[in-house]
């Protein structure tokens, strides 16, 4: 019976450990990426904004049909945000599936950025990104990125149809 429970103890010490780790796993990714890729448009920080990309990123829009390096997709920010007449135009993800290694992390899901005009009328954008993350000096930063409203079919169903954030478990494939 001591034996018996003592194994049934161990193998919940080593399944909880690794339930932590995971956890862990998916806020760090969570948080290195899209906490401050929200903060940077929340507040139109560019440097929070840059300091997300890798130096070799590589960014795609699907809509506009072109590829940009990191220095032309940055610099394209960096003039957006220092006009003083810029309003922050909040961003929010969710997740349709995430597949991770010990140092790259493929997400694909729906954002939405909130934009309020002069009138105070919100309205929103809704599209499908694609990205690829990678572990540098101990951060997930974004090596590429592709995003498209599939020709304009992405909406409010589509995001509320993914998954939030904190589901890791609904959208991680293992």
Same mark, same amino acid.
């Given at each position: 019976m001591a034996k018996s429970t003592l194994i049934i103890f161990t @193998? #919940? /010490? @080593? /399944?909880?450990?690794? =339930? %932590?780790q995971e956890k862990q #796993? =998916?806020? !760090?990714i969570n948080r290195d990426m899209y906490e401050n890729f929200s903060k940077a448009f %929340?507040?139109?920080?560019?440097? #929070? @904004? %840059?300091?997300? =990309?890798? !130096?070799a990123m590589i960014r795609i829009s699907g809509n506009g049909g072109e590829i940009k390096n990191v220095k032309k997709y940055l610099e394209g920010y960096q003039e957006r945000w220092s006009d003083t007449n810029q309003k922050p135009a909040p961003i929010d993800f969710r997740l349709l599936e995430r597949i991770t290694s010990d140092s790259l992390v493929s997400d694909r899901g729906i954002y939405r950025v909130t934009y309020v005009n002069d009138t105070k009328e919100t309205k929103y954008s809704y599209g499908k990104f694609h990205v690829l993350l990678k572990l540098e000096d101990n951060n997930w930063k974004i090596l590429m990125d592709y995003d498209s409203n599939e020709n304009n079919s992405i909406n409010k169903e589509s995001f509320d149809n993914a998954f939030p954030l904190t589901e890791y478990k609904k959208y991680w494939k293992q």
């Open positions: @193998f #919940l /010490f @080593f /399944f909880m450990g690794v =339930h %932590a #796993l =998916h806020q !760090k %929340a507040t139109i920080d560019y440097d #929070l @904004f %840059a300091s997300i =990309h890798c !130096k």
